[in-house]
């Protein structure tokens, strides 16, 4: 039986979509709304180019390799697929399920481990002239509304990476009632014009706010979606109750999404098939399963770094390449020297001289881990890190905060704030006469209710380029909390941040620098980048 | 862990007692910006008032039973000088209750640097970095825990002043989640309290009239939204913030949460 969305909603069984047969899998309750906008945007189901070497077609039918290298700048990085090769034949994570002619695969691509730069999505553009169904409208373009052939209405998306993520204002609970948020939101500056054009911005007949951000990787999610050290059923940083899979009731981890909006990899993929492929239906157990079981059981890591060699010789570091990441223990806790988070152990401390430099290399990548582990610097005026019982500031490490063994990022539910959003920290042009460039992402003005105490870093006013967790929540402290992202595949995959604000690992080290005021030598600077490139 | 690590464990853990302290002319309980002074090792977190400054807490992790104070915001201080020594150059203050002021306060932003002088003459409970291996925090609720024992079904919420739930009663809601869930609760018995605190200027401090009902409120809130349906919620508020004593004051902010089950 094919359920129809308005009908879910004419008959009044609330805004809770039900799907599957067996077992009834309840949906967050925006997804209907997000519903209504993916349906309501034109698709482009244009015909697909042959591809590059590199790209994944949806659809193609090739069978994806148990060990399938894929070079980049830094090296290669390594999809392993645990349980074996992957037909992807009727797969549907490969399929293009929707009315757009994507696939999960299309913003998923293991040359890119498993998310997609910004270079290949340009390279893409070239290639198709922009009719690859990944430029698709619906959130391919900066707005539905635009003309699809010029590239200036991709602009985000051919710039930074990103895909517009449109959610309901004011939040939906997980019942379908509206949540009544803690500020108001304002729209100050649009340069997309999706935030208020009259079909798909706040004031139309389907409320929704229109943000950017890029795909996260569907790979190392047994990691990710941890039920060990710091998931319970209240957030350890707030106390709040933790969002809970709806067929088992356990709590979650909550660092699927940036925003933490969707409990399960099963929850998750109905919304993205919903939003991101426009598909218009029900998808079946037998399809959910068989995503969720290849999430599951693929895994993404770097395996050669182009100086410093072969990431998963025998007897190297246990913390790198691919097939480490794929026996490690997940849902611990890393910062400490017991664990590590990304155990390297002494081999690559002291070694002698190489005539490729291959280790002096090694060297700085070892370094590169102390620095990450052991160089403190002032975190201050961080939302949900300073605020959780370390004191503002706090002097500590990057372990601290990208504490999961193996992957780097939380080990608890993972949303702060470190400024990647929120002004004044966030990424902007500068304004003057000699600047013709112009910020192209939407700007809100914040305002906390007088009921609610004020942001405590940012006070009871203030402007965000996206509310992030705020957008689910409702809550003034969660304006511009991200959930932090796991560091693996890093250099397949740049940009970096949830909106791409960092265009390569030194400009990601660089915003680091520049928050915290850490005042990073060359050397450190060197080597932590290279030891991010190992990851 | 040294000697002294685990006496400064113990003056912390000693915090929660405040309501069994007598009062005495070596309390003191004020408002002013917290400092943060820099060590060799973790820095330490003082205030100043009246010309003397006090040592609160130091830097440790989530789990420490005094967390140290934010720059940005004044803090209420509700503590008792202690004979000890001093440490980073303030008196130590044993126990000692703080609570973030929630409007924001530009001018409490002093950070002094570390001088040789003000070191730890003990190691402190962690580095400032990664940990020797001993974690922040466990399981909220040991196996076999929820045995039904009466005593452990009342359970208590201590809040900052004007402060609701936070990341500090995470533990606590999960450990009456899992108490009423092993017991089969049919009744969870909320008592949301409002508090005063008296200064030691003389003036007095009161949290905001309705806190009692909204602690009580947010608590059935919370344990519904984890889940725990199917039981009867009874709430009560109790105004204790008439007669603050400068002594129980901290204490009285709560709120008591009881278990009520057919075994």
Known sequence: MHIRWHVVAIVGLSAVLRIGTCHAQEVAGHVPEQNRQAQQAPSSAGSSEPSATAWWLPGDGKTLAALAPYRNAFGSVGVLNAQGPVV???????????????????????????????????????????????????????????????????SLLLERGLFRIFLPWPPKAADGTDIDPEFTLEVVRDPTGCNTHPEYGLRSANPMVSVYRRPRPVANLRYVTHQGFGVFSFIGKNGLPASRDPETGLPSAMNLLSDARQPTLKTQAVEAAVTHLQFDGKLDDERLQRIVDFERQIYVAQIRQSVAGDLMEPGGPPGLGVRNVSTGRDGLLGNNITNYVVPLGDEWKHLPDSADGRNRMRESISRGQDVFMFRTFWIRDAMHLNTVGLGNPTKRTCATCHGMHMMGMDVANGWMDIGTTNLPWAREEPLNPWNARKTKLPLFKITCKANVPPHPFLGRVFYTQDPGRALISGKCNDVGTIVMQQMRGLSARAPYFSNGSAGTLRELVDFYDRRFNIGYTDQEREDLINFLSAL | MSRFASSLFMMFGASVSLAATPATDSRVSFVSCPIVRDTSSVPCWLAEYEGVLYFLTLQTDVSAPVNPPWLGHKVLVEGVVSGEADICGGRVLKPVTLSVMQELDGSCNTMLPAEDRYNLTFEPPRPPGPSRGRLAFGNPMPAGAPAAESAARNFTLQYEYDGMVAFRHAQTLQRILETARASHATEIRITGFRSASRLSNGSVMRERKSIAQERAEQIRALLQGAGLDGVRYALQVKDLSKRPNGSEDAARRRAEVEIVSPN
């Open chain 1, 88 to 154: 992807t034949a009727g797969h549907p994570f490969f399929e293009p399920i929707g009315r757009n002619g994507r696939a999960c695969v299309s913003c998923h691509q293991p040359a890119n481990g498993m998310s997609v730069s910004v270079e290949m999505i340009r390279r893409r553009w070239d290639e198709t002239q922009g009719k690859d169904p990944l430029f698709a409208p619906v959130d391919g373009m900066d707005c539905p509304y635009l003309p699809p052939a010029d590239p200036e209405s991709h």
